[in-house]
């Protein structure tokens, strides 16, 4: 089936909490105003966001299941099961909602890890899910503002956010995390 942007935000809101739902408009809104900054596509960006975190309140143990059932990321599944709904996010926009186009459904898949070489939309999602307005940690007004000028600069500030309080609470981090965070860096060095 195909789905228009008012069935597809239907169908989405009614598989998470209100509270969830209001973080995706919030994603949508941001990811909007991003690419249109930053020069990305934003229909793509606003469709990556509705859907980027779709699976993140399905039972774990259906991730799991997709995860092999699919043969999806099989290294992701020796990491944390938080980094579950991005890969399998991307799977279900496909296979269930019809999303054919890859850079919307790899924006899904790395809005939580990033990746190496992240593409634009990417970035833009990627950030967006960091700083839409309902979020709320230490650091994210500064990722706000760096936003204002630079994509790589807020994105960078904000993988270091999240590694940091991984770091603090000693969990295992995934190395793509770091690796996506470490590229970015050097793609600033290289252009500063
Ligand atoms: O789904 P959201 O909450 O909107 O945001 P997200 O998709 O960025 O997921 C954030 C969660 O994922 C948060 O609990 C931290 C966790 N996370 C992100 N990268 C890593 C990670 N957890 C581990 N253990 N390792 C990582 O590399
Ligand atoms: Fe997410
Ligand atoms: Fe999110």
Request: aromatic share 8%.
């Amino acid at each position: 089936m195909e789905y228009s942007r008012e069935e597809l935000i239907e169908a989405v809101s009614s598989q998470m909490p209100a509270k969830r739902w209001e973080h995706t408009k919030g994603v949508m809104e941001t990811a909007v105003i991003l690419a249109k900054r930053f020069g990305a596509d934003p229909v793509k960006a606003e469709l990556a966001a509705i859907l980027h975190d779709v699976a993140k309140y399905w039972p774990v143990q259906k991730l799991h299941q997709m995860m092999v059932e699919h043969a999806l990321s099989e290294e992701l599944l020796h990491y944390d099961k938080q980094l579950w709904h991005a890969e399998v996010g991307a799977f279900v926009a496909e296979h269930e909602y019809g999303v054919t186009d890859a850079e919307v459904l790899d924006a899904i898949r790395y809005h939580t890890s990033g990746r190496i070489g992240m593409k634009l939309l990417d970035k833009v999602v990627c950030l967006a899910d960091y700083m839409e307005p309902g979020r709320d940690f230490p650091g994210v007004n500064n990722i706000r503002e760096l936003a204002n000028h630079s994509l790589e600069e807020a994105l960078a500030a904000g993988f270091d956010s999240t590694i940091g309080h991984l770091l603090s609470r000693r969990q295992i981090i995934f190395p793509l995390t770091v690796q996506a965070r470490n590229d970015l860096i050097k793609q600033l060095e290289a252009n500063s």
